[in-house]
């Protein structure tokens, strides 16, 4: 397994880490085939976002994408309770398939606006990122909030700004990489103008 970070730019921690080359050659798989499925389910999502779609995967895949996620899951817990212990038994957490997992194929002026998810823990895992998107931002330093593409998660509110303290973590996604987060803390995505498509998944995890 890769490194892994626990990321605390504020008060709930962030998982950050980077998939295994083949997970992510056989998520890129499950999206093509997910996609030709077209089991959207955008309705109940916050996405603006005209594809988001159920992940199809058959029993192969999925049982090779729970073995793979395992650690990560583990890793985050194990982290969390370092942080702040709340006496979970790791054994019975769980992904929930009936909110997930889901695939957001993200097109040029669409993004996600600010939103949280339910559950315990909630995950995104970037199937497809491509370059370009990075190279907006790179091209347009001149911008206050060059974040074409990118995830910010915020938490507090603004009564909070300024005081000291820090509200927010912006992160331009790369292809491959994962976080796991508290699934309360509110996060939304940046739209970009390029004519390519970002390829991400969700899911959340309960406790049971």
């Not at 962030?14 to 998939?19: A, P, R």
């Not at 790369?174 to 899911?203: C, N, Q, W």
């Amino acid at each position: 397994m890769k490194d892994f970070a626990i990321k605390r730019p504020f008060g709930p921690p962030i998982y950050f880490s980077t998939l295994e080359d083949s997970t992510i050659d056989m998520l890129q798989k499950v999206a093509v085939s997910t996609k030709e499925k077209n089991n959207n389910i955008g309705k109940a999502l916050a996405g603006n976002i005209a594809c988001q779609c159920e992940a199809i995967m058959d029993n192969l895949q999925r049982d090779t994408f729970f073995k793979d996620l395992q650690p990560h899951v583990y890793n985050t817990l194990r982290g969390f309770e370092e942080e702040t212990p709340t006496g979970l038994d790791l054994s019975n957490m769980k992904i929930s398939l009936g909110g997930g997992p889901w695939i957001n194929f993200q097109q040029a002026g669409e993004f996600n606006p600010y939103h949280s998810h339910s559950g315990y823990l909630s995950a995104v895992i970037y199937i497809n990122v491509p370059d370009v998107i990075q190279e907006e931002n790179n091209n347009n330093l001149t911008s206050n909030t060059p974040r074409a593409g990118m995830i910010e998660f915020i938490f507090g509110n603004e009564i909070a700004q300024g005081y000291c303290t820090k509200s927010n973590f912006v992160h331009q996604p790369k292809t491959g990489e994962i976080f796991i987060f508290p699934a309360g803390l509110k996060h939304l995505v940046y739209p970009f103008k390029s004519d390519v498509e970002r390829i991400s998944m969700s899911f959340n995890i309960y406790n049971s």
